[in-house]
């Protein structure tokens, strides 16, 4: 038997014994973060499937696991020889989690789900879903609780202060901003859980979630005062007496659930149905009188300010500067030339700089989000450059830059066949080796203390085909499409999705992904609550504003064989104001090349040309001065005229 079979067998048992019919395990922590503390990796720990995002469902006779298109392939793989079942989202013949739980429990038996890694909207689909059919919903019960032994503890990783120049805003100032909105909506109380706009609103960072720089909190803003709750010994005294002076309290992080419980009756909360958790709505007294609204610091953190741009400007110039280090690099390594690791190059003091390192005073306040070892022995002509030299070789590039803090999500190298998998991690039991000819997809980037990376590259390994060629080209007019987009202020966001689709539809192909993300400053690298995707319902908080940086990033998958996805951020700009209103266009902020070679030329018009040499001119003329030797040689090389070849 699995140890997947072995622990689900274990939890049927915890079920019976709290009685309970069915289990929900979602891929959640109380604040419903996208990468989640190792303690609230449940679903993992059951399933043994690793992608970020799954619902898993038990009952007597049934284990089913729901995931999205991008991790199809990667389920069926870990799924296999398992009793869980792959429930796929998003095709017509598997209903939704909620839709097959309502279906299949008869009247009288019981859900049970923790509360408080629920998120209160998903609380409110499954209770309007089961109420109808009889079926009750326990949100006390926690039978993973029951049977996960080992099962680690909260992380203690410090919190530390995001400072001038690269905070540009006050903490004061911020705090001003959402009692403004508090004061408008008539809130006397305002409850945060979500740890990006609490990392925001407070100026500080931390280390406990992987990839994304914040700390595990709650928060609770009056009009005198804001209390921060966070487990003891991560905020030390230096910084509590800077919290003070702006009006800050530090409270433990387990009496979030008793302040909740104090709020008088007379004071109105200000609570955001879709970024708190049913365990946390359910503290409250319910005659509490509340509203609810989005969070103000979701909207004020995606609207980038002009010195936040400035700061996000010089680390996209810092990120690109690495690639072309990296890329130097690996067109040397796959091309049999003597190649030096790149993790074993020294800065110009003779110490390599090791990944997670800061240029700051406090480098220890925090280390990379999963703290590898970039040292690496591979890459040289005498051994094979595989899927895992380039994570490593990637992540040693950006190390070597000012201001690196640690990767923004986990490295995506995939070659031919695995490129194909939108959100394929190659492990040291499965991964490629760099040969033969084909294409090879690197989703990678980086955090900064100036600001969020994220960049998608296709290359050409050997010669592409003809086939790879005009699949690299439909896919680089959709993103030339986006970037030279115009639209009026206020466009909710995935309406823009169809124009990055066209040409990609006119070839008769698809992509299941958005095309667009919003992007955090110093945060998360995934953002909202702007997103690129006609799969999105548009609503009032999608418009699109100026400041916002988005992901402009359409792809196109052959299974098996290769897959394409060319990436840039762009951040909204103000083009034109007049008869009709302001118009908005996009900035180009990733500076990075991209590969001609994999280029159909004829599919590409010339205005489209024009776009992508004047696009490699800027990028070309912003990075020469931070690189050179192999580096500049090879960005020189990558950045000519497309036109004049």
Request: charged residues 20%; contains cysteine; proline residues 5%.
């Amino acid at each position: 038997m699995s140890f997947t079979d072995t622990r689900i067998a274990q939890l049927r048992q915890a079920m019976r014994r709290l009685g309970l019919d069915a289990c929900i395990v979602p891929s959640a922590d109380p604040h419903l973060s996208e990468y989640l503390p190792a303690r609230w990796q449940g679903r993992q720990w059951l399933s043994g499937f690793t992608g970020s995002v799954a619902t898993l469902v038990v009952t007597a006779d049934f284990a089913g696991l729901w995931v999205d298109s991008r991790y199809w392939v990667q389920a069926e793989t870990q799924l296999a020889g398992t009793c869980v079942q792959l429930m796929k989202i998003a095709t017509a013949s598997t209903p939704s989690h909620i839709d097959w739980l309502a279906s299949n429990l008869t009247a009288g038996q019981c859900v049970g789900v923790d509360g408080h890694v629920l998120g209160l909207a998903s609380f409110r689909a499954l209770s309007a879903a089961l109420s109808p059919v009889g079926v009750h919903l326990d949100i006390q019960a926690d039978p993973l609780g029951e049977i996960w032994r080992d099962r680690p503890g909260l992380p203690d990783a410090l919190v530390y202060e995001h400072t001038a120049p690269q905070a540009c805003v006050t903490r004061a100032d911020k705090l001003a901003q959402v009692r403004s909105v508090m004061q408008a909506k008539g809130a006397d109380v305002h409850l945060l859980c979500t740890l990006d706009d609490i990392a925001w609103l407070f100026n500080l960072r931390g280390a406990d979630v992987s990839y994304n720089p914040v700390f595990l909190a709650h928060a609770l803003i009056g009009a005198d005062y804001a209390t921060l709750f966070v487990a003891d010994g991560k905020i030390d005294e230096s910084l509590r007496a800077v919290l003070a002076a702006d009006g800050v309290d530090v409270a433990p992080y387990d009496q979030t659930a008793e302040a909740l419980g104090s709020i008088a009756l007379d004071q109105t909360l200000l609570i955001d149905p879709a970024r708190v958790t049913c365990g946390v709505f359910h503290a409250m007294d319910p005659a509490v009188p509340r509203v609810e609204a989005i969070n103000p610091s979701t909207l004020f953190k995606s609207r980038k300010t002009e010195a936040e741009l400035a700061q996000v400007r010089q680390a996209m110039e810092q990120d690109g500067a690495a690639l072309c280090e990296f890329f130097a690099w690996f067109e040397q390594a796959v091309n049999g030339g003597d190649a030096v690791p790149l993790a074993d190059q020294q800065d110009g003091d003779g110490s390599a700089r090791q990944a997670g390192q800061q240029d700051r005073g406090d480098a220890s306040a925090v280390s990379a989000a999963d703290d590898r070892d970039v040292s690496v022995t591979q890459g040289t002509a005498a051994e094979p450059v595989t899927e895992l030299t380039i994570d490593e070789q990637i992540t040693a590039a950006r190390a070597r830059r000012p201001g690196y803090v640690c990767p923004s999500f986990g490295t995506i190298a995939g070659f031919n066949a695995n490129g194909a998998m939108p959100h394929y991690r190659a492990t040291p039991e499965s991964h490629a080796v760099i040969e033969g000819d084909g294409l090879l997809l690197i989703d990678s980037g980086g955090q900064y203390l100036g600001g969020t990376t994220d960049i998608t590259r296709v290359v050409a390994v050997g010669t592409p085909s003809a086939d790879q060629k005009v699949d690299f080209t439909l896919v680089l007019k959709g993103m030339i499409a986006l970037s030279r987009a115009a639209f009026p202020r206020g466009t909710p966001s995935p309406m823009l999705d169809a124009i990055a689709r066209a040409p990609i539809w006119q070839g008769g192909v698809e992509y299941g992904h958005g095309t667009g993300h919003g992007v955090g400053y110093f945060l998360n690298v995934h953002e909202g609550p702007q997103v690129i995707s006609y799969r999105a319902a548009p609503g009032l908080h999608t418009a699109m504003e100026p400041g916002m940086i988005t992901s402009n990033e359409p792809g196109l998958y052959r299974a098996g064989r290769w897959g394409v996805r060319i990436e840039n951020l762009v951040a909204n700009r103000s083009w034109l104001e007049g008869e009709f209103g302001e118009f908005l266009c996009f900035e180009t902020l990733t500076l990075c090349p991209i590969d001609t070679r994999c280029i159909e030329v004829s599919l590409l018009r010339e205005d489209e040309i024009a776009w992508l040499d004047d696009y490699h001119r800027t990028v070309r003329e912003r990075l020469a001065p931070l690189v050179e030797g192999a580096a500049l040689a090879w960005l020189q090389s990558s950045t000519q005229p497309l036109s004049a070849a």
